[in-house]
């Protein structure tokens, strides 16, 4: 599968800097989308690209922090860059704090903010990744039995096929053929990579943990 292009969306209610903004960003090779408002923004769909978002911090509707925070609970792999030309110290700690890139203070130099855009959007592509591995891992756990689910949690924990044999009151022929059942849904080819494929998905319950 290709990866969609990456973008760029700017929120600023400033007609020039928006227009400023995307003349630069797309100058610089990427996508942009400018947005005069926090609303506006909020109504386009998510994109399914690495995408970051520059954001000022005074806005019409919601401010850039408000608009920060509703966005932490909705969308995946945007990382945001914020730009302000009334922040101060605590606003910029509160940003930071709350995931974003960086704080930059207008006015800024064109070269800092393309540095990071290209920082933030590699963040996204990594969160993207990280999202897309994890969707796979627990879609190929869907598909275990419940007896395979507690022969994973016993293998996950270290246990031997005699250890688990004893724990869930089986022969031990029996667990390796549901061990074997395991490592082919899981698609996995060791317990090492059985293990990480676990951990990555948080998908073992906590008496099993080491």
């Known amino acids: ?18 227009k400023s903004l995307g003349r ?16 506006e923004f909020m109504r386009r769909d998510a994109y399914p690209g690495p995408s970051c978002l520059v954001l000022d911090v005074q806005l019409p509707d919601l401010n850039g922090l408000e608009l920060q925070q509703t966005l ?24 930071m704090k709350n995931g974003a890139v960086d ?13 990071v855009v290209g920082d933030a959007l590699e963040r996204s592509r990594r969160e993207q990744k990280d999202h897309l591995e994890i969707s796979m891992i627990q879609e190929r756990l869907a598909r275990l039995t419940p007896r395979e689910y507690e022969v994973l ?18 022969g031990e022929k029996t667990v390796k053929v549901h061990r074997g059942r395991v490592m082919e ?26």
């Open 1 to 18: 599968m290709t990866e969609a292009a990456p973008i760029v969306f700017v929120v600023d209610d400033d007609p020039s800097v928006r």
């Open 185 to 210: 849904k899981m698609a996995t080819h060791s317990v090492a990579d059985l293990v990480r494929a676990a951990e990555k998905a948080n998908a073992i319950p906590p008496p099993f943990r080491g």
């Open 24 to 39: 630069l960003l797309k100058t610089a090779g990427y996508l942009a989308e400018t947005f005069a408002s926090a609303g």
């Open 72 to 95: 932490a609970g909705t969308l995946h792999s945007l990382p945001v860059i914020f730009i302000s030309g009334h922040g101060d110290i605590p606003m910029s700690v509160r940003a």
């Open 153 to 170: 949690c016993c293998v996950v924990a270290g246990m031997t096929n005699k250890q688990i044999a004893a724990e869930l009151g089986v």
């Open 103 to 115: 704080f930059l203070p207008k006015p800024f130099a064109a070269k800092d903010l393309i540095r």
